[in-house]
Structure formats: structure tokens, C-alpha cells
């Protein structure tokens, strides 16, 4: 594991490979990505925080709710970056990811309203409203750390397929597969088909990245995303290129990993990992 110096901003070491974390099931996956971030916000108060939404992270943000409500957990200064929202959408709309993040953490933790941003998908010059969110970003300081899931189309944010590698914030459409994943979200109606998401060389930009995948529908492309070759066609697997990853996966969503047994290895025996496990 190589350590992160919040303070100074650097990494204290020279970064080594990816961190790939296999936990027993997705409660125990979960809460140990929500202890990662809360140690982060520990060390440094004022941390650039990356967020997603999604099925995923729902455990995530129970669990830091929990840290704040019985560990004082301190958000007062934590700044955070949404990853996407849909076009159309307006922040009272029950399926944006505003309404998903007030539901699931802002209205539980002490974060201030204007310290939370997602990019504004009713803008009507859509373009403008990307830029004004990468220069957000920018004059934030960058993000600290970027919490990310995996969509079944090897997305991370809405990067779908063809997504270029040093993409930027943008408005893109949905793939099929995305739109097969989330209608769920919307019932009888139609979904969103476009959203704007910041890009794959925004992400990479963080100065570290945090994914987690759950369940066996993700067992074949977290598989993918993580020893199959980079490509633009599995947005994740851009990840590869990030000096300093952690991905943590239940059993189910690691089915298909071929070094199973290394990464497992490597957990039990790094020294920094040892509050982990
Ligand atoms: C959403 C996001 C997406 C999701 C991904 C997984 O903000 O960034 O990349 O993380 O679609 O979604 P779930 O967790 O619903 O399977």
C-alpha cells in the first residue's frame, strides 16, 4: 500500500500496484470503503471529496452517517464533487442524484449545503455548465479522493464505452446497458438517455481513487476493468494508469479474477493494511 501524506499532498512513497481488497460479503466491503473515507477526512478536515451514486454506495453513506452520528465524524469543512447527474432532471426530482445525495448524506452529516456540488443537469447551455464544473474543481484544489462504482457497461461516472481516455466533463448518452441497469430507478417512464458525468481524465486526476464493486453482475467486468488490457471500451480499466488505487469487492463481484489468491496475500500481509483487517 503506498501512503497518502494529505497534508503535504504527495504520496509518501513511491506508489506500487493497484490495491485490489476481496471482502467476505458486501456489508463488510461497504463499511470498509466508508472507513477509508472517514480516516481521510480525519487527516486532513478540509478534504476535496469525489462522490457516486448508485445502488452501490447506499451502504457507503449509511455507514458514514453512522461514523458521524457516533464518532463525530466532521464533514463541517469536507467539500464534495459529484461524479454525474441526468439532463433534465432538477435537484426536486425524487431520481437526480441532488435528491439521492440529500436523501443519502448530506441531510445525515454536518456538511455545509455549499460545499456540495453535482454538475446541474437542467442547465440550458450544457457545455458552459461543464466547464464551469472542471474549473470548479480546479480552483477547489482538485479532488482528494474519488469514491467510484462500476456500471455493467465497464462505466465509471456515465464514461460509457468509446470514452476517450482523457475525456473531460461533458454531456454524453447512455448506452444501452447503462439504460437497462438503472431504469429500475424510474419505473414505468422513461429514463433520462443523456448525463453529464465528469470524464475519464478528470478522475484520473484525483489524487486517489476508491472503487467499489459489489454482487455477481459485476463479477465479469470488474474481471475486465482490472486484468483485462486498458481500453476505451471499459472505462474502468483506465483505472490501471491511476497511481494510487484501492478497489474493494465482495466474494461475489471478485468471481471471475484470475490472482484472487495474490490479492488476497497481499492484504494479509502489507503492514498498512493491518487497522483493515
Ligand atoms: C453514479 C456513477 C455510476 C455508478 C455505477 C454503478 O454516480 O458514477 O458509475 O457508480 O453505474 O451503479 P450501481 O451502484 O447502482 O450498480
Redesign the pocket.
Known amino acids: 500500500m503506498c501512503a497518502w501524506d494529505w497534508q503535504a499532498g504527495k504520496n509518501a512513497v513511491v506508489c506500487g500496484p493497484m490495491e485490489i481488497i476481496i471482502q467476505e460479503n458486501a456489508e463488510r466491503a461497504a463499511r470498509m470503503t466508508a472507513k477509508l473515507i472517514a480516516d481521510a477526512v480525519r487527516e486532513k478536515p478540509t478534504l476535496v471529496l469525489g462522490l457516486?451514486?448508485?445502488?452501490?454506495?447506499e451502504k457507503v453513506y449509511e455507514f458514514l452517517a453512522e461514523f458521524h452520528a457516533k464518532d463525530s465524524l466532521d464533514f463541517s469543512r469536507v467539500v464534495t464533487f459529484?461524479?454525474?447527474e441526468y439532463v433534465g432532471l432538477p435537484a426536486e426530482d425524487p431520481r437526480s442524484?441532488r435528491y439521492y445525495m440529500e436523501e443519502h448524506l448530506f441531510r445525515h452529516v454536518n456538511i455545509k449545503p455549499e460545499n456540495t456540488h453535482l454538475p446541474d443537469g437542467t442547465a440550458s447551455d450544457l457545455k458552459s455548465e461543464c466547464q464551469r464544473y472542471e474549473e470548479l474543481i480546479k480552483s477547489s484544489g482538485g479532488v482528494d479522493l474519488q469514491l467510484?462504482?462500476?456500471?455493467r457497461s465497464g462505466?465509471?461516472?456515465?464514461n460509457e464505452p468509446l470514452s476517450a481516455l482523457r475525456s473531460r466533463t461533458r454531456a454524453t448518452t447512455l448506452s444501452p446497458v447503462?439504460i437497462e441497469?438503472?431504469q429500475i430507478y424510474f419505473g414505468e417512464s422513461a429514463m433520462p438517455s443523456r448525463a453529464i458525468t465528469v470524464g475519464v481524465g478528470t478522475i484520473l486526476e484525483s489524487r486517489r481513487c476508491l472503487m467499489l464493486a459489489l454482487g455477481k453482475q459485476?463479477a465479469a467486468v470488474v474481471a475486465k476493468a482490472l486484468e483485462g488490457p486498458i481500453s476505451s471500451m471499459i472505462s474502468a480499466s483506465a483505472l490501471q494508469l491511476h497511481p494510487h488505487c484501492t478497489v474493494i469487492v465482495d466474494e461475489e463481484a471478485a468471481a471471475d479474477l484470475k490472482e484472487k489468491e495474490y490479492y488476497r496475500l497481499i492484504f494479509k500481509t502489507e503492514p498498512d493494511w493491518e487497522a483493515y483487517r
Open positions: 457516486a451514486t448508485g445502488g452501490t454506495m459529484n461524479l454525474d442524484y467510484l462504482g462500476v456500471g462505466h465509471i461516472g456515465f447503462t441497469q438503472n459485476k
